[in-house]
């Protein structure tokens, strides 16, 4: 049995790197993944107003880690990851008008019906709506929504392809 992604080999007495006989990393296949979560960064004029929003209005908790290098506020919901860091006026601008990327962040949500109304109940500013259900059928485009934050990041919510 593979311990940490590794096996030890009884023939030769050696620990060699376990391998995936069938090519795909399945969870509990053995393969060790060094990469598991990742966070977004936004530079933010001032991180704590921005922390208040997403844990006021779209159910973020946040923890405040000031004993790093960089202090900053880590915000966390569901497997999501947000790191608030604070930045200089000049820095502090949505992707979209910087270069042509539509939004500064994407979410992909199992069930982007229940966040919408979640955040729509909340008073987030809803800057794209969600389709029906029958117009999604002939849509282009998955199931998504976009809203924006305090700082008018535009925030894109798309419908999960994976099977969950």
């Given at each position: 049995?593979?311990?940490?992604?590794?096996?030890?080999?009884?023939?030769?007495?050696?620990?060699?790197?376990?391998?995936?006989?069938?090519?795909d990393?399945?969870?509990?296949?053995?393969?060790?993944?060094?990469?598991?979560?990742s966070?977004?960064?936004f530079?933010?004029?001032?991180?704590?107003?921005?922390?208040?929003?997403?844990?006021?209005?779209c159910?973020?908790?946040?923890?405040?880690?000031?004993?790093?290098?960089?202090?900053h506020?880590?915000?966390?919901?569901?497997?999501?990851?947000?790191?608030?860091?604070?930045?200089?006026?000049?820095?502090?601008?949505?992707?979209?008008?910087?270069?042509?990327?539509?939004?500064?962040?994407?979410?992909?949500?199992?069930?982007?019906y229940?966040?919408?109304?979640?955040?729509?109940?909340?008073?987030?500013?809803?800057?794209?709506?969600?389709?029906?259900?029958?117009?999604?059928v002939?849509?282009?485009?998955?199931?998504?929504?976009?809203f924006?934050?305090?700082?008018?990041r535009?925030?894109?919510?798309?419908?999960?392809?994976?099977m969950?």
């Amino acid at each position: 049995m593979p311990l940490l992604g590794f096996q030890f080999n009884n023939d030769t007495k050696d620990v060699e790197a376990s391998e995936d006989k069938a090519g795909d990393e399945e969870e509990g296949s053995g393969a060790l993944h060094l990469m598991n979560a990742s966070a977004a960064v936004f530079v933010c004029e001032d991180p704590l107003k921005t922390a208040l929003f997403y844990e006021t209005k779209c159910g973020f908790k946040a923890s405040h880690l000031e004993d790093e290098k960089m202090p900053h506020i880590r915000l966390k919901r569901d497997n999501i990851a947000i790191v608030l860091a604070k930045g200089k006026k000049q820095a502090v601008r949505p992707l979209r008008e910087m270069s042509d990327v539509l939004y500064d962040m994407y979410i992909y949500a199992t069930e982007p019906y229940m966040l919408h109304r979640e955040l729509e109940a909340a008073g987030v500013k809803i800057i794209e709506g969600l389709q029906d259900a029958n117009e999604a059928v002939r849509a282009d485009t998955t199931r998504q929504f976009v809203f924006e934050d305090c700082d008018r990041r535009h925030i894109c919510v798309s419908q999960s392809s994976e099977m969950v």
